[in-house]
């Protein structure tokens, strides 16, 4: 059988309609509202024949699949490859890339290692990390939101409460765009990634290893759950390695987003500094209203249904976070950026046994930079066009220029 993307060819159920497009197109991920729209208006789940796949992309379709674990699996991979008939990249992820009762226990340590109770422990130095950060750049005239902000912050937090001793930005940030657009199909995108990734996939083998790791951070709860039998210790490694695939990009671009959001709706960042209890809220609005992880998908793991329609064995579908974010049959006035909005329901942590593990970690880092930034930050200025940087399942920007006024 000759595989389309490393997944079986799918002849969809003719009550299917088809949308004949490629989502993976450099215009669609620069620019991805008109298919998210052509997406959710074509119907409840579509077919596109350039991948072979199916898509759903309206709320409550993307909700309902991406959260039912027992007929749209995991294991068999996130992204277009089946890893029951190819090969991964890598050996899978055994939190993200697993179903229960697999899933069950490894969830369980990340869970623990990432909980409110050991997030808060980091805030004082979120806080301090940020304070001295915003404090260098309010010097500056002018400044990238990406790389010395968004990517700033992420990459001296998070090692240190991971506990790493190694230290190199610029290879976690490449592992997380490396580990995003490997989920797409084999496009320039995932090549070029494919090409860095024996390198960058080894550094960060080697800095999962136990002796790498401090006593006192995250990474050492992980193995210190190893210690108790929970898991094995190859295992420890592997969750460590988790943490550095998922936990770096993706809150460098909530960050990047968050401040491409502000700066470009100046009333929203005054109402934010009036009102800092909007600050939560504000994070929440950022994530729906631009999709950090646009896109991941699920296997049809037997046959099974969408919206009615039969969906067979083996269907790869393509769950549009993004579009769901943005379906106004939801949201009411979606393409209104409102931080009193407190979206609560949205897709931008998934939904479900999968639902973003590190999410409490995420609204600790982005509360510290948004309430350092509204005490000393008067006014948050575009200084130059935004420019994206196209990722198979990221939406993120490659730089924001911007100019910071003091209070
Ligand atoms: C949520 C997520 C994204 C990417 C990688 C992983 C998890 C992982 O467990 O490796």
């Known amino acids: 059988m000759t595989l389309i993307e490393g997944h079986r060819p799918l002849t969809p159920d003719a009550s299917i309609p088809v949308l004949d497009v490629d989502p993976y197109a450099l215009d669609v991920l620069l620019d991805p509202e008109p298919f998210y729209s052509a997406l959710r208006d074509a119907g409840p789940v579509v077919y596109i024949p350039r991948y072979q796949v199916l898509a759903v992309g309206r709320y409550d379709e993307t909700r309902q699949t991406f959260s039912d674990h027992e007929n749209f699996v995991s294991s068999r991979g996130v992204g277009l490859n089946d890893f029951k008939l190819e090969k991964p990249w890598r050996a899978p992820s055994i939190i993200l890339e697993v179903d229960p009762p697999d899933h069950t226990r490894t969830r369980k340590v990340m869970s623990k290692a990432l909980s409110p109770k050991v997030v808060r422990t980091?805030?004082?130095d979120f806080i301090a990390t940020a304070e001295a950060l915003v404090d260098r750049l309010l010097e500056q005239s002018e400044i990238d939101g990406v790389a010395d902000l968004a990517e700033a912050f992420p990459t001296t937090v998070f090692p240190k409460a991971v506990g790493m001793k190694d230290v190199s930005p610029r290879h976690l940030v490449d592992y997380g765009a490396i580990v995003f657009n490997a989920v797409g199909p084999d496009n320039d995108l995932?090549?070029?990634?494919?090409?860095?990734?024996?390198?960058?996939?080894?550094?960060?083998t080697a800095a999962?290893?136990?002796?790498?790791?401090?006593?006192?951070?995250?990474?050492?709860?992980?193995?210190?759950?190893a210690d108790a039998?929970?898991?094995?210790?190859?295992?420890?490694?592997m969750l460590v390695r988790s943490f550095l695939s998922a936990g770096v990009d993706t809150t460098v671009t909530g960050i990047g987003n968050a401040m491409w959001c502000l700066s470009r709706n100046p009333d929203q960042w005054e109402a934010l500094k009036?009102?800092?209890?909007?600050?939560?809220?504000?994070?929440?609005?950022?994530?729906?209203?631009?999709?950090?992880?646009?896109?991941?998908?699920?296997?049809?793991?037997?046959?099974?249904?969408?919206?009615?329609?039969p969906v067979p064995e083996g269907a790869k579908v393509m769950c549009v976070l993004g579009a769901a974010n943005m379906d106004p049959a939801k949201w009411g006035d979606p393409q209104a950026f409102r931080v009193d909005r407190k979206p609560t329901g949205?897709?931008?942590?998934?939904?479900?046994?999968?639902?973003?593990?590190?999410?409490?970690?995420?609204?600790?880092?982005?509360?510290?930079?948004?309430?350092?930034?509204?005490?000393?930050?008067?006014?948050i200025e575009p200084a130059g066009d935004a420019v994206w940087r196209p990722n198979n399942a990221i939406r993120a920007l490659d730089r924001l220029p911007l100019k910071l006024i003091p209070n």
């Not at 999962?208 to 759950?225: H, K, M, N, P, S």
Request: contains cysteine; proline residues 3%; hydrophobic residues 45%.
């Open 190 to 204: 995932r090549r070029h990634a494919m090409a860095r990734a024996p390198e960058v996939a080894a550094w960060i």
């Open 229 to 237: 039998g929970e898991i094995t210790p190859e295992e420890a490694a």
């Open 346 to 379: 949205h897709m931008a942590f998934g939904a479900g046994i999968h639902g973003c593990v590190g999410q409490n970690i995420a609204r600790g880092e982005l509360e510290a930079v948004l309430s350092v930034m509204a005490r000393k930050v008067a006014r």
């Open 122 to 124: 980091m805030m004082d």
């Open 274 to 309: 009036a009102d800092t209890s909007l600050i939560r809220p504000c994070f929440e609005e950022v994530l729906r209203y631009t999709s950090p992880v646009h896109t991941f998908l699920r296997t049809a793991n037997l046959d099974t249904q969408i919206a009615g329609h």
């Open 208 to 225: 999962c290893a136990r002796d790498r790791l401090t006593d006192d951070g995250i990474g050492a709860l992980v193995y210190q759950a």
